[in-house]
């Protein structure tokens, strides 16, 4: 009978856990410790240690979360472990997302508000070749009659297009202090890092004390009477300022078991329900949390195979290997390749989505398969694979490496 060797036997924690399993000979009776890894992918990538079973993963930092937005984000599986191994892949998802546009709030400004936010206007697109308007402005009412421009519209020109923006100051978001904010925004939606700084006229901080200052999108019928550019005297008409309607569903999903606690550890301020949504196997390449996100998983089969070909079958929430993945090899193929955004809408904006990847692994032993299945093996990190089909299991018992 064949002994496994251990080459760690540090249990691996955190958001780069060691997701591998030992197996010991222990007077004729098999007992083996498994370990689970989730890695939660908002901004980086994890890669791999030698001496465990790791989520490789390919996933550049930066990308938009939007309407018809492809996000590249390749997973893999290697084994550096010491022994052969099997192993399986899961996901837990979280989504905050608008659920409604952009409105308008006709010819009234703008006051910071939980239930809205302005659409923002970066302040580079008119910081060269244009001007704001130093002559008289006025703005028309819907039955004609002229009255003065309010002190934050602002009108800049450049030749003969105009843009108008609002000056809003005193917006705070604190995603640790809820309750000092005037503005709401994602539980998860980050304001730092050059990815994702909402900007601002000021140079302030997001959460600094006394608040940002942002310029709002604004839309008129722009005239001019008389003069030109910037000296010139224009009337406006039909003014429109730009906000979203500020209210967030917030849905959280795991394919299978519940392993990371979205709604405490992960996210403080998540008050949504975190439910148990196993998609179909027809359905196994669409987000369980929203339909317009779908993932492109070409290497994906939603059969069992006859054989190992290095590539993937789902079966009931779980993504399985469906080779025998020796030490020190990678898996032949990608489990998930992109991440695609459909819907060309506004309600995507703003809004944030976490994709949790979760690898689980035991030895490639019929006997520990057997003790995983029944769900009594010794150990920790995992509750077992007894949730795992008796087809599969039949399909792993049977296939070539596996050791007795």
């Known amino acids: 009978m064949k002994k496994w060797k251990n080459k760690s036997k540090k249990q691996k924690v955190g958001s780069l856990a060691a997701a591998s399993a030992v197996l010991l000979v222990v007077a004729g009776t098999f007992a083996f410790t498994s370990y689970t890894e989730w890695v939660r992918n908002h901004m980086q990538s994890a890669g791999y240690e030698k001496g465990a079973v790791n989520i490789v993963e390919v996933f550049p930092p930066g990308q938009e979360l939007d309407a018809n937005a492809t996000i590249q984000k390749k997973v893999d599986v290697q084994n550096a472990s010491g022994n052969d191994v099997i192993v399986r892949v899961s996901f837990e998802e979280m989504l905050s997302k608008l659920t409604s546009g952009e409105t308008t709030a006709g010819n009234a400004a703008y006051t910071p508000s939980k239930t809205a936010f302005p659409v923002i206007v970066n302040p580079d697109s008119h910081a060269s070749g244009w001007t704001e308007v130093t002559g008289p402005v006025t703005i028309l009412d819907e039955n004609g009659t002229s009255t003065a421009k309010p002190a934050n519209l602002k009108l800049f020109v450049n030749g003969n297009s105009t843009m108008l923006v609002n ?3 005193g917006l705070k ?25 909402i900007p601002t006229i000021n140079g302030t901080k997001w959460a600094d004390a006394t608040g940002a200052t942002v310029e709002q999108k604004v839309t008129a019928k722009a005239t001019l009477k008389d003069g030109a550019g910037a000296t010139g005297t224009y009337e406006l008409s039909d003014v429109k300022y730009f906000t979203y309607a500020s209210t967030y569903t917030d849905t959280a999903n795991d394919w299978k078991n519940p392993v ?9 301020g998540f008050t949504g329900t975190v439910g148990t949504m196993t998609p179909a196997a027809g359905s196994a390449k669409v987000s369980s949390v929203n339909s317009d996100i779908t993932f492109d998983m070409p290497n994906v089969v939603t059969t069992i195979p006859s054989s190992g070909q290095g590539k993937w079958f789902y079966s009931d929430g779980y993504f399985y290997y469906d080779k025998v993945l020796a030490d020190g090899a990678k898996t ?24 949790w990847v979760g690898l689980d692994s035991i030895p490639a032993s019929k006997a520990a398969l057997d003790i995983a299945f029944d769900g009594s093996q010794i150990g920790s ?23 007795e």
């Open 173 to 197: 978001y604190y995603a640790d202090k809820p309750a000092d904010s005037n503005v709401e925004l994602p539980k998860a939606f980050q304001t730092s890092g050059p990815e994702y700084t």
């Open 260 to 268: 990371v606690n979205l709604n405490s550890t992960n996210y403080p």
């Open 381 to 403: 990190g995992s509750s077992g694979w007894s949730n795992m089909s008796s087809q599969a299991k039949a399909y792993f018992t049977a296939l070539p490496g596996m050791a």
């Open 332 to 355: 032949e193929s990608s489990v998930l390749e992109n991440i695609n955004i459909g819907a060309a809408d506004t309600t995507w904006k703003l809004s944030s989505y976490d994709l």
């Open 167 to 169: 000056q809003t100051s």
